[in-house]
């Protein structure tokens, strides 16, 4: 049974041991994917996520630049977000997706979007679908970055 508390969120900055791993990982369900085309030198991103637990990279969370839906101008988007599949179902998803919006809490841009084939998982989290076309079996998703009013 894997102890869920010992898991860590780590930033990786760009000589992490992580990354290479991270990578990895997301190559192996997206093959054309690698950070470093999205982490370009002036890109602006915040850092790459990783759930770490005993020094084994256990998924990991990147943004990308894109244009927003809507509107004209790039922002920041979530574009990966990938758990091993031994360990899916635990919340560690869940976790990095809250992390990655944490991290965008700033007033550069209204909204964070996701491309995503498990909107479910988005929703659960309090994102809502954004009207746009996309391929079939997916979905923009979009949270809002403004702090919310108490009621």
């Known amino acids: ?3 869920l508390h010992r898991i860590e969120l780590l930033h990786c900055e760009e000589n992490s041991p992580y990354l ?21 030198k002036d890109a602006n991103l915040p850092p ?26 790039d922002v920041i988007w ?3 977000v990938f758990v091993c599949a031994e360990y899916r179902g635990k919340g560690i998803a869940s976790r990095l997706i809250n992390a990655g919006v944490s991290q ?4 550069s841009q209204d909204y964070l979007y996701a491309y995503t084939n498990v909107p ?10 954004v009207d746009i076309e996309y391929e079939p ?7 809002s970055l403004k702090p919310q009013l108490p009621e």
């Not at 290479?20 to 370009?40: I, K, N, V």
């Not at 965008?104 to 007033?107: G, H, S, V």
């Not at 079996?137 to 949270?143: C, F, R, T």
Request: with cysteine; glycine share 6%; hydrophobic share 45%.
């Open 104 to 107: 965008l809490l700033e007033p």
């Open 120 to 129: 479910a998982l988005y929703q659960s989290l309090g994102w809502s679908e």
């Open 137 to 143: 079996d997916h979905k923009v998703m979009g949270i």
């Open 48 to 73: 790459v996520l990783v759930a770490v637990m005993n020094d084994v990279v256990m998924g990991g969370l990147a943004y990308s630049r894109f244009k927003e839906p809507h509107r004209s101008g």
């Open 20 to 40: 290479a791993q991270l990578d990895q990982l997301f190559q192996s369900e997206w093959s054309d994917f690698r950070l470093c085309d999205a982490y370009t």
């Open 1 to 3: 049974m894997t102890n």
């Open 78 to 80: 979530i574009n990966a």
